[in-house]
């Protein structure tokens, strides 16, 4: 613990570039395939962005992807395609907070709220009287278990 100005100095970084309001890099060229690949739609005010692919022909099966944190849906990129190979239809989002989706300052982000979205993107989708399965990892598995409650 001997260098502990540099851990400070380390994390006093990006909070300084968020309070001067520095903007982010910009997006890869995958970003922003991704991104144009995918829609929104609105949640209470706040714009939250998803990606919903027709994959299997001859399948019924839906899958909602849950990402963790603090990443977003673009974690699920390289096994999407496997995923479209073997559903009938694959749906991603962001979570608010997260990737392309809004990021309100101030707010109180909740897991009761993230599944709410979650449950206002099938209702968007038309998809609220079909059998889903849910695909999720780390924060999304918090997510999930509301949702199965």
Not at 92 to 116: C, M, N, T, W
Request: aromatic share 14%; glycine share 8%.
């Amino acid at each position: 613990m001997k260098e502990w100005w540099v851990q400070v100095g380390l994390l006093s970084v990006p909070l300084l570039a968020v309070y001067l309001h520095i903007p982010p890099p910009k997006l890869s060229p995958a970003l922003l395939s991704w991104r144009s690949s995918g829609s929104y739609f609105i949640y209470k005010d706040q714009n939250i962005f998803y990606k919903d692919s027709i994959g299997a022909v001859g399948s019924s099966d839906i899958v909602v992807l849950l990402h963790g944190f603090p990443t977003s849906s673009y974690d699920w990129c390289k096994i999407w395609e496997g995923l479209t190979q073997r559903f009938h239809r694959v749906i991603a989002l962001d979570f608010v907070g997260f990737g392309f989706s809004d990021k309100p300052r101030p707010h109180r982000y909740s897991i009761f709220e993230q599944a709410s979205i979650v449950e206002g993107l099938v209702r968007h989708l038309g998809l609220h009287h079909q059998r889903i399965n849910l695909l999720s990892h780390d924060y999304g598995d918090t997510v999930a278990q509301e949702l199965l409650h």
